[in-house]
């Protein structure tokens, strides 16, 4: 209005610090699991640090001999290929092929399914 020169403000929030279990948790978690489904969404998660919606996104063509390919990345993240073991590959060798996704599931059954078990395994 008056001529004034003014630099619109930018902000980025700072990431939050995620606190990470112990690996033997994360071990004693997996291996309590009574699905199959699930242990192997748990071990995947755990040896590709990526984000559930990631995961979750997972076809069987992005599975080439041990590397694993996150083609679908989440807002923010970047695409990658991962080394995974072989235990993790025989577990998802095991699954069924009935759907073009490993983990033909959607994210809300899947966490209901997460949280059950958790409080499952902190009870015993």
């Known amino acids: ?43 995947c998660l755990k040896e590709t ?13 992005d599975i080439k001999g041990n590397i694993l390919t996150i ?7 970047l695409t990658g290929d991962y080394e995974i073991s072989g235990r993790l590959l025989a577990m998802l060798n095991m699954l069924p092929k009935t759907d073009k996704r490993i983990f033909p599931v959607n994210y809300p059954s899947l966490l209901t399914s997460f949280v059950r078990m958790r409080q499952r395994v902190a009870n015993k």
């Open 71 to 77: 083609a679908h990345p989440v807002k923010g993240h």
């Open 49 to 61: 640090y990526a984000d559930p919606g990631e995961v979750l996104a997972i076809e069987w063509r």
């Open 1 to 43: 209005m008056e001529g004034i020169a003014w630099q619109r403000p930018s902000y980025r929030q700072d990431e939050a610090i995620i606190r990470a279990p112990v690996e033997e948790d994360l071990d004693a978690l997996i291996a309590s699991t009574t699905s199959k489904r699930m242990a192997t969404f748990l071990r």
